[in-house]
């Protein structure tokens, strides 16, 4: 009975405060031009009711998640039914078939628009794999990650500007430039750690948008580039439809590629050494590992992804201009690989689509819906900190019997 | 001569702004080696308290420098709340949590207070009045620095004096430097660490308020997006100067206002911005840890 009263009170005074502290936002609009004030006393009164509320829950799913780490502390089992049922390969395999099914057919089944919207969510996708690789496996965090995005799109757009080169020979060139510019900038932060890592590659991006907004005669300034042209298919002229599903198809292609080779990638040689490099940077360099080189290689690997497909991004889009590359889309792109489960190629993909397929079929509600965005990333790292899927480290058990060691 | 000096002063105006935000930053980045995203967006939602108290006064007829005052203290309060609310809902959680935590949720928390106050307000740019007045006796002086820029050097060298006096003499801002040199270690000689945290965090949202409110009636405008800008400027300003220095943090915010200024002065002023970053990368490669960052010793 005290408890309920104690709970009644503490949320009282959590509405208290709200409602205190939005009080001269919410309710209070001036315009100095015509000396009016405006007071929107109704406002306050939903400020209240929904603290109130909310209150509630939070201390419900604060105590929820403390009870939960009780069990993780005692040993017990705490991996949900839906991660055992994905760790079980054979129900891995059968997904993965429906799911690539799924995806073949669903451009032939949906309209042009909902075409439209996933592949900007494929886009993605690739990003989010991109950028896992520099964030999620080398440990580098990159707030700029977009620059590269943007040094494909801008190339291709380029490209096809002045020398009328096709999609699939810029595809290439984009992928490449990326990774060039990775190094590029790769090169003057190998000395810094941590934190002056993401102020410099925020800077970085910065400075792409700042160069591409200005340079009149390389970009086209803030107008941009337009006009630019469409992948080609063996020189035929495709309509809007056509062209949106050769789009997807080709875009599906890519992911399948790109979650190939960084599958492949994370275990590989080179793999080992980022993990390596993101626990335990002096250990990794004890092991005779070249740190320069993987943290170059990190950079160059996670931006080729973005050149390229930054050139699919202009082709797709046929018009380009610098503010396709701001800092938002960078801290998008991060919450992707965050959200998703760093390191996991499965939570990537899964939070690429949460993150960019949420937004847009909440478009009835769009004046809210970045609110919502932010509150979901607040929210989510809160009570869910190891993102959708946590990356499960490969794990090694003796299976022979005890009674052999013994006898030795 | 005379051109140099205008850009002098206008960096110095710009830098102590910096300055004072940085400080913010650098602050709450020495206790608990966070960036505060969401920093910016306090500096934005002070400005707008500020605009707000400023609007309604000047309707029902106070006026000048009182309305100044009046709104450089309500914004400063409810900066405050914020940044302290801020740190309740969106950090503390996540104390022990993985580096990159925080810093999403810092993001979000950025991403959900623009948009809160482009809700609840509006998108527009809004006029902020002009209340600081013109001194009579900065006329022979006017073309090189005019009031604002002398109201806006005075009250950021004062309130820099009193931070430093603050964190220097009493018994808060020792626990305050106890608790940023070892959190684990003050717990135990009985300090309070949550508490310090959330007035670190309060200190800061004041200092941003007060950068936010001088900025507003200096430039004359605001809008809900000016905090992000300023934001990444100030933060760029911390880590020049070696984040977690206080001194680092003046020092870092003034050489990027006179890097910014001189730069837009006689290069160019639309890589203005170019300059700044293109500043951070030399001096991170020359000194990695900032101008006045300790490097850090690692151990084995």
Redesign the interface.
């Known amino acids: 009975m005290t408890d309920m009263l104690q709970n009644f009170k503490k949320s009282i005074l959590v509405s208290i405060?709200f409602v205190?502290?939005?009080f001269?936002?919410?309710v209070?609009?001036?315009?100095?031009?015509n000396?009016?004030?405006v007071w929107r006393w109704t406002?306050l009164v939903w400020v209240a009711i929904a603290s109130f509320v909310l209150s509630y829950l939070w201390r419900y799913m604060?105590a929820r998640q403390q009870v939960r780490k009780k069990v993780a502390d005692e040993g017990g089992e705490t991996r949900s039914k839906t991660q055992l049922l994905l760790e079980d390969m054979s129900f891995r395999y059968k997904a993965m078939g429906i799911i690539l099914l799924a995806a073949l057919v669903f451009p032939l089944v949906f309209d042009t628009y909902q075409s439209t919207i996933m592949i900007s969510a494929l886009i993605y996708v690739v990003l989010g794999l991109g950028l896992n690789i520099t964030?999620g496996l080398a440990g580098l965090?990159d707030l700029g990650y977009v620059a590269f995005f943007g040094v494909g799109a801008y190339s291709y757009a380029l490209l096809n500007h002045h020398f009328d080169l096709g999609f699939w020979i810029s595809l290439p060139i984009g992928g490449f430039l990326g990774c060039l510019f990775g190094v590029l900038l790769g090169f003057?932060?190998l000395?810094?750690?941590?934190?002056?890592l993401?102020?410099?590659t925020?800077?970085?991006g910065?400075?792409f948008k700042?160069?591409m907004?200005?340079w009149d005669s390389l970009s086209f300034g803030p107008s941009g580039i337009a006009n630019i042209d469409k992948p080609g298919f063996f020189g035929m002229d495709l309509n809007l439809a056509n062209s949106t599903i050769y789009i997807y198809y080709i875009m599906i292609g890519m992911v399948i590629f790109t979650i190939l080779v960084t599958m492949r990638l994370r275990n590989s040689r080179i793999g080992r050494a980022w993990i390596a490099m993101r626990e335990d940077e002096?250990a990794c360099v004890?092991m005779g590992i070249d740190i320069a080189r993987t943290k170059l290689s990190a950079y160059a690997l996670g931006a080729f992804w973005a050149g390229m497909v930054g050139v699919l991004f202009a082709s797709k889009t046929t018009f380009i201009n610098p503010a396709s590359f701001t800092?938002?889309e960078s801290?998008i792109i991060?919450?992707i690989v965050?959200?998703g489960g760093?390191g996991s190629i499965l939570g990537v993909i899964i939070g690429a689509f949460f993150l960019i397929l949420l937004p847009e079929y909440m478009r009835a509600f769009s004046?809210?819906r970045?609110?919502a965005?932010?509150?979901?990333?607040?929210l989510?790292?809160?009570f869910r900190?190891q993102g959708i899927i946590s990356n499960l480290r490969q794990t090694y058990e003796y299976k022979g019997s005890k009674e052999k060691i013994n006898n030795d | 001569m005379e051109y140099f000096l205008e850009l002098f002063f206008g960096g110095l105006t710009r830098g102590s702004i910096y300055a004072l935000i940085a400080l913010g930053y650098t602050m709450v980045y020495g206790i608990i080696q966070l960036i505060n995203f969401a920093h910016g967006e306090i500096y934005m939602i002070g400005a707008f308290v500020a605009l707000i108290v400023a609007g309604v006064c000047t309707i029902y007829g106070l006026s000048g420098v009182s309305i100044l005052i009046l709104a450089g203290i309500i914004a400063v309060i409810y900066a405050s709340a914020y940044g302290y609310t801020l740190e309740k809902i969106a950090y503390r959680p996540l104390r022990g949590a993985p580096r990159l935590s925080p810093l999403i949720s810092a993001i979000g928390m950025s991403i959900f207070l623009q948009n809160y106050v482009l809700l609840a307000q509006t998108s527009d740019f809004l006029p902020f009045p002009r209340l600081i007045p013109d001194f009579a006796f900065m006329e022979p002086v006017a073309h090189i620095i005019g009031s604002p820029e002398l109201v806006i050097l005075v009250t950021t060298f004062i309130t820099m004096i009193l931070l430093t006096l603050l964190i220097k003499k009493t018994r808060v801002g020792k626990a305050m430097r106890a608790t940023q040199q070892d959190m684990n270690m003050a717990r135990l000689v009985g300090i309070n660490v949550d508490r310090i945290i959330s007035l670190t965090f309060v200190i800061g949202s004041a200092l941003a308020a007060i950068g936010g409110v001088l900025v507003a009636s200096y430039i004359g405008q605001v809008n809900f997006y000016i905090g992000f800008l300023a934001g990444v400027k100030a933060f760029t300003a911390a880590v020049l100067g070696g984040i977690g220095s206080i001194p680092g943090a003046v020092l870092g915010g003034l050489v990027l206002g006179w890097a910014e200024s001189f730069a837009a002065g006689y290069i160019s002023s639309a890589y203005e911005d170019v300059f700044t970053f293109g500043l951070l990368v030399v001096i991170l490669i020359l000194r990695p840890a900032g101008i006045l960052g300790k490097a850090s010793k690692q151990k084995v």
């Open positions: 405060w205190f502290l939005t001269p936002l919410m209070v609009r001036v315009n100095t031009m000396q009016v004030v406002n604060l964030v965090l003057p932060i000395r810094l750690r941590g934190d002056y993401a102020i410099v925020l800077g970085f910065m400075i700042v160069v907004e200005n002096i004890a800092f938002m801290a991060l919450s965050v959200l760093m004046e809210y970045m609110l965005f932010g509150a979901a990333m607040v989510m790292m809160i900190p």
